[in-house]
């Protein structure tokens, strides 16, 4: 009988450590997270956006992985473009993003139980409307100059040199296809040879490309004002 009640006694410790153990594994839930970027301190530009993150708590369990995740879509996960972050409060930089386009962020932190998102917020990549750039066109090795070019938000561009203020003023048009630059600096008279196009890459708040003179190619770069 006593050899019963002390088989007993360990199987009812068993059970019950097993049902512990069980009960406080189920108590561990998804990593709070919240996204600690607001409108007032974003850093925008044409192709990149800082997004800031905090890892408020892991609920019991080691985190594995956190950081940003953002697309062009409501509700980004971790299936979509993601960052990854070392620490529990980071900054994250977005980069290669399209000019012009709405991105919606999450930041997310994963633990054993899964994956917990942060509330989500959206932020627009600047716009080339109605902004002013400083050109550095660089003829050849011995000769370069500075042009301020005005892209307006028609299409419409006006060019001008400040070492010259109105003697070369010409207008013209841009278009943008993704970060893309097309700029025509004088569309009045595309059969002279000393007709520029200029063609160009967005990148952060700079630009760089290349443009036509005399049938030759030329390089430029560009800081926006």
């Known amino acids: 009988m006593k050899n019963l009640f002390l088989h007993l006694t360990v199987l009812f410790f068993i059970i019950f450590s097993a049902v512990g153990c069980s009960d406080d594994e189920s108590t561990i839930d998804e990593p709070n997270v919240e996204i600690t970027t607001t409108e007032q301190d974003a850093d925008i530009t044409f192709t990149t956006i800082q997004i800031s993150g905090n890892v408020i708590s892991d609920?019991?369990?080691?985190?594995?992985?956190?950081?940003?995740?953002?697309?062009?879509?409501?509700?980004?996960?971790?299936?979509?473009?993601?960052?990854?972050?070392?620490?529990n409060s980071f900054t994250s930089l977005i980069e290669n993003l399209t000019a012009n386009t709405t991105y919606y962020f999450r930041v997310y932190a994963t633990n054993s139980s899964g994956t917990g998102y942060s509330e989500e917020t959206l932020y627009s990549t600047s716009s080339m409307d109605n902004t002013v750039w400083d050109f550095l066109l660089i003829h050849d090795s011995n000769t370069s100059w500075h042009a301020d070019v005005t892209f307006n938000a028609d299409g419409s561009t006006v060019y001008d040199e400040p070492a010259n203020p109105g003697d070369y003023t010409v207008y013209g048009t841009w278009s943008l296809n993704g970060n893309t630059l097309t700029y025509n600096a004088d569309t009045s008279s595309t059969s002279d040879p000393d007709y520029y196009i200029f063609t160009g890459t967005l990148s952060g708040n700079t630009m760089s490309g290349t443009y036509t003179w005399d049938n030759q190619n030329k390089n430029w770069t560009a800081t926006k004002y």
């Open 59 to 87: 609920e019991g369990s080691e985190i594995t992985a956190r950081g940003v995740c953002w697309a062009t879509n409501s509700n980004p996960t971790i299936e979509d473009n993601k960052t990854e972050e070392s620490t």
